[in-house]
């Protein structure tokens, strides 16, 4: 999401007589980590109500500097790696670029984007992996010799369903490479107050739940 996209939602939200707050507050519900920090929506509001037009950023004097360069770029992988979880506005304090060139340089050099992290109830050892392994090869076998057929297999699945608002998702996005699958993120408190909700079911229909 670019700054652009901020400062048009800003500009509507300055015409319609809407606080710096509430601008702020609304594109952070809406974009997560890809909405401007409050200073600048303050400074960008400020402007609009004295007149400004234009959305883009200010012209800057001197030559034009190619920031592009091998370092710039190592420097914004180094931040990531060093925190997957880093926002826009983290890596544009820490580099001291301007946000725009910081999302180019993520999205065109870079080629990664940021994905919500998947959560699930526990990681499995390897023993029980290899238990689940165990238990799926006798039945392909069947599959085989067509002793069983698809309807005739009974699965399932479990969630958790918590009786309190969980964090939202957004704020366990992490920046991923091209091709590369979200994060695991690992979900256990057994304090928490909630109910295990267990769905059984085949092709045809579902079987029971609990």
């Known amino acids: 999401m670019t700054d652009e996209f901020n400062r048009y939602y800003i500009k509507i939200r300055v015409i319609l007589g809407i606080d710096s707050k509430t601008t702020f507050n609304e ?8 909405a401007l920090s409050y200073p600048m929506v303050r400074k960008w ?4 109500r004295e007149g400004r037009e234009d959305v883009s950023d200010d012209p800057r004097s001197g030559r034009p500097i190619s920031i592009f360069t091998d370092e ?19 890596i544009t304090v820490e580099i001291g670029l301007s946000r725009g060139i910081i999302e180019r340089i ?12 998947c959560w699930v109830a526990h990681q499995l050892t390897d023993e029980q992996k290899q238990e689940r392994f165990r238990i799926c090869h006798p039945n392909l076998e069947k599959f085989g010799n067509e002793t069983w057929r698809l309807c005739d297999i009974i699965t399932g699945d479990e969630t958790w369903i918590y009786h309190r608002k969980i964090d939202r ?10 091709n590369e699958p979200p994060r695991i993120v690992i979900r256990r ?16 229909a579902s079987c029971s739940y609990t």
């Open 45 to 48: 509001a400020k402007r609009f």
């Open 27 to 34: 594109l952070t519900q809406a974009l997560g980590p890809d």
């Open 189 to 204: 408190n057994r304090s928490e107050s909630r109910t295990l909700f267990c769905l059984f079911f085949k092709s045809t």
């Open 106 to 117: 993520i999205h065109d050099c870079l080629k990664i984007r940021k994905v919500t992290s």
């Open 72 to 90: 710039n770029i190592e420097r914004v992988r180094q931040v990531i790696e060093d925190d997957p979880h880093s926002t826009y506005d983290d």
């Open 169 to 178: 998702k957004s704020s366990n996005s992490t920046w991923v490479g091209e």
